[in-house]
C-alpha cells in the first residue's frame, strides 16, 4: 500500500500478489468504490498488474481546484 498526497490531490494505491481478477467471484465491491471515488470527483484505477496480482489506485481531490496532479503507480 502507498499514500503520496500533493496540494491538491490524495493518493492511494493497494497492490497484492494474488491471482489478480481472474480468483475473484462476481460483487459489487469495486463498482461501489467507484461510486463513491467519483462522487466527490475523483477516479479510481483497478486491474491485473503485469507481475501478477491486482492493484487499485485511488485519486482524491482535496480542494475545490480538482485534480491537478497525477498519482504515481
Given at each position: 500500500m502507498?499514500l ?10 493497494v ?36 507481475d ?22
Amino acid at each position: 500500500m502507498s499514500l503520496d498526497y500533493g496540494p491538491e490531490v490524495l493518493c492511494i494505491v493497494v497492490r497484492d500478489q494474488g491471482p489478480g481478477a481472474a480468483g475473484v467471484a462476481g460483487g459489487f465491491g469495486l463498482a461501489g468504490m467507484r461510486e463513491r471515488v467519483e462522487a466527490v470527483g475523483g477516479s479510481l484505477t483497478t486491474g491485473d498488474r503485469p507481475d501478477g496480482g491486482f492493484m487499485v489506485a485511488a485519486e482524491l481531490p482535496l480542494g475545490t481546484a480538482g485534480r491537478l496532479e497525477r498519482c504515481s503507480r
